[in-house]
């Protein structure tokens, strides 16, 4: 079954990101506050981002991996900045003086 990664641009400028099969469906549950926690405290909602699979599991593992990433880093992902996210995924703690 077909799955998405997705992105969403809350109205207070945070993102939440999620998988699903049907992205359409999905949406209008979010708007229609039927969604995430997030979400529903954070209306509207807009779709900024995403990535279609052939398998749900492989977009919820996508999903999984980029809820773990910084703003930067998913910023760099949206804007279509690729080259960037090597570089935005060395920790702070590995950079040397």
């Not at 999905?26 to 052939?54: D, S």
Request: with cysteine; proline share 2%; aromatic share 12%.
């Amino acid at each position: 079954m077909k799955g998405y990664m997705y992105i969403l641009l809350c109205s207070d400028g945070s993102y939440y990101t999620g998988s699903t099969t049907n992205l359409e469906r999905r949406l209008a549950q979010h708007q229609n506050a039927e969604g995430a926690k997030h979400t529903k405290k954070r209306l509207p909602v807009m779709l900024i981002y995403y990535e279609e699979y052939q398998r749900i599991d492989d977009a919820f593992y996508r999903e999984k991996q980029v809820q773990g990433w910084n703003r930067n880093k998913k910023e760099a992902l949206i804007n279509g900045e690729t080259n960037l996210l090597p570089e935005l995924a060395i920790a702070y703690r590995d950079l040397k003086d």
